[in-house]
Structure formats: structure tokens, C-alpha cells
């Protein structure tokens, strides 16, 4: 009996700090005056795009293609710089 004494005063200081009413945030989905948008069609495969086999192309190709496009006045051309093999 002792020791549920100690535990029932901590559930009651515990529930001492809860508020008395709940937030408006939880309450507002239930009130039926909030205008929702009405449930619009969107497809399935809306989106979707085809990843076909290709043929292998050159990686360096591909990288000059994905990268970022030099700024003139910035001087950030790297067109003096030595290329690899």
C-alpha cells in the first residue's frame, strides 16, 4: 500500500498538468462549417515515365550535359583547363 501511494501522487500531479480542453488544431476536423476541396480524378500512371533499354554513351558526354552551365562574367569557363585523357 505504501508504495502505490508514492505512483498515484505522481498520476495525479501528471494529470494535473494536462489542459482542460482540447486544442483547437485536433477539434477542427470534426467541424462540419471548414470548406475542403471537392475529390478531383488524378491517374494512376499520371507522371510515369518510360525507362527504355538504350545503347551505351560516352560518360563524359553525359557529365558535360548534367552539369552546371558556366557564368560568362563570373570568368568560370573551364575551357583552358587541360582535359584528361
Same mark, same amino acid.
Given at each position: =500500500?505504501?508504495?502505490?501511494?508514492?505512483?498515484?501522487? &505522481? $498520476?495525479?500531479?501528471?494529470? /494535473?498538468? =494536462?489542459?482542460?480542453?482540447?486544442?483547437?488544431?485536433? !477539434?477542427?476536423?470534426?467541424?462540419? /462549417?471548414? $470548406? +475542403?476541396?471537392?475529390? /478531383?480524378?488524378?491517374?494512376?500512371?499520371?507522371? +510515369? %515515365? $518510360?525507362?527504355? !533499354?538504350?545503347?551505351?554513351?560516352?560518360? %563524359?558526354? &553525359?557529365?558535360?550535359? !548534367?552539369?552546371? +552551365?558556366?557564368?560568362?562574367?563570373?570568368?568560370?569557363?573551364?575551357? /583552358?583547363?587541360? %582535359? $584528361? %585523357?
Amino acid at each position: =500500500m505504501l508504495k502505490l501511494t508514492p505512483l498515484a501522487a &505522481l $498520476g495525479l500531479g501528471l494529470a /494535473a498538468c =494536462m489542459p482542460s480542453q482540447h486544442p483547437s488544431h485536433v !477539434v477542427a476536423a470534426a467541424d462540419p /462549417a471548414v $470548406g +475542403v476541396r471537392p475529390p /478531383a480524378y488524378s491517374s494512376v500512371t499520371a507522371g +510515369v %515515365r $518510360g525507362y527504355d !533499354v538504350v545503347e551505351p554513351l560516352d560518360w %563524359r558526354e &553525359l557529365n558535360r550535359r !548534367v552539369a552546371p +552551365v558556366p557564368d560568362p562574367e563570373r570568368d568560370d569557363s573551364d575551357d /583552358a583547363a587541360p %582535359r $584528361g %585523357r
